[in-house]
């Protein structure tokens, strides 16, 4: 059984950075694509950013691309959200998922894992 735990999220106001954090566990963590993705209040979630398993391929929404850095710690069974330049549009509960899939995934059906999430709010 796998179960992800993230962190790191709280209140900061617009141009400041958070960095999210999602443990994981279980020994497969290091066999499959992890995602983050985002659920703003009345919207629906949303593809954020994914890392394949051995972090050699990203990739990132076009909102996020530039700002936001994933990254993975296959030895801590952690992925990493780097969030630069929050804007007020990023504010969401931001959650962690494992997918099936080894390489880079955008489509929330193909991850069958997720934690609880974690809430980001930017000020303006």
């Known amino acids: 059984q796998v179960q992800l735990v993230e962190s790191g999220g709280g209140l900061v106001q617009a141009g400041g950075s958070l960095r999210l954090s999602c443990a994981a566990s279980?020994?497969?963590?290091?066999?499959?694509?992890i995602g983050w993705l985002r659920q703003a209040p009345g919207k629906e979630r949303e593809f954020v950013a994914t890392?394949?398993?051995?972090?050699?391929?990203?990739y990132y929404s076009d909102s996020v691309k530039g700002r936001f850095t994933i990254s993975r710690d296959n030895a801590k069974n952690t992925v990493y959200l780097q969030m630069n330049n929050l804007k007020p549009e990023d504010t969401a509960v931001y959650y962690c998922?494992?997918?099936?899939?080894?390489?880079?995934?955008?489509?929330?059906?193909?991850?069958?894992?997720w934690g609880q999430g974690t809430q980001v709010t930017v000020s303006s």
């Open positions: 279980g020994r497969t963590f290091s066999m499959y694509a």
């Open positions: 890392i394949s398993y051995s972090g050699g391929r990203t």
């Open positions: 998922a494992q997918s099936y899939k080894t390489v880079v995934v955008t489509s929330l059906k193909d991850y069958n894992y």
